[in-house]
């Protein structure tokens, strides 16, 4: 491979969507990354048939099959050092996971908030969205950020916003928002890439 290409892998836990708007621009040389590998933390998961389709390699480690989050996040940082990625991608991963030394500012998610509203532990999918609209925002919109050791925290890389509509619900203006998300996370990541 190119060594213009930034080696990633990517953490998924259920549709992949994320996954695969990432596999679809790399296909479309728009993304500037080489897929190390995927990991799930559900057998399940429908993004693991999109990387199998696309040859990338899979893993699953699921964090109810470890001890405690530090057992957890060895087994996941061994198998994300052995693929070779010098970026993780969190894709819709919902699972807490505490960043080693050697990975941190080398860890990315994207939230479908402006953090630091709407964000922290159980702020997830509909939820996120819902709570948007109960407090009554104008404008919503999804951050990409770093990951550390806290839920939705670290240092935000980008955003993007939308305004929220008279009317909407938390099913149209989640996908409002993850249109931003397809277009967001790829340019997060394209600039990393420069970097790294």
Request: charged content about 25%; proline content about 4%.
């Amino acid at each position: 491979m190119s060594s213009d290409l930034l080696p990633i892998a990517v953490l998924i836990s259920g549709g992949g969507t994320t996954l695969k708007n990432l596999i679809d621009r790399k296909s479309r040389n728009t993304l500037p990354v080489e897929f190390k590998l995927v990991v799930s933390s559900n057998s399940k998961a429908k993004g693991l048939e999109y990387a199998q389709e696309s040859s990338i390699p899979t893993r699953v480690i699921r964090k109810k099959d470890f001890l405690d989050g530090q057992a957890h996040s060895n087994a996941m940082f061994e198998a994300i050092r052995d693929s070779g990625a010098k970026l993780v991608v969190m894709g819709g991963y919902l699972e807490h996971l505490l960043i080693p030394r050697d990975f941190e500012n080398r860890v990315i998610n994207i939230h479908p908030s402006l953090i630091p509203a709407f964000c922290g532990q159980g702020m997830f999918g509909l939820h996120v969205h819902q709570a948007a609209l109960d407090f009554g925002v104008k404008v919503s919109g999804c951050t990409v950020h770093f990951v550390d050791n806290q839920y939705d925290h670290g240092p935000i890389l980008l955003q993007r916003t939308c305004e929220v509509l008279d009317g909407d619900t938390s099913e149209s203006l989640q996908r409002r928002v993850f249109e931003l998300e397809r277009e967001a996370l790829p340019e997060a990541i394209a600039k990393l890439a420069r970097k790294l």
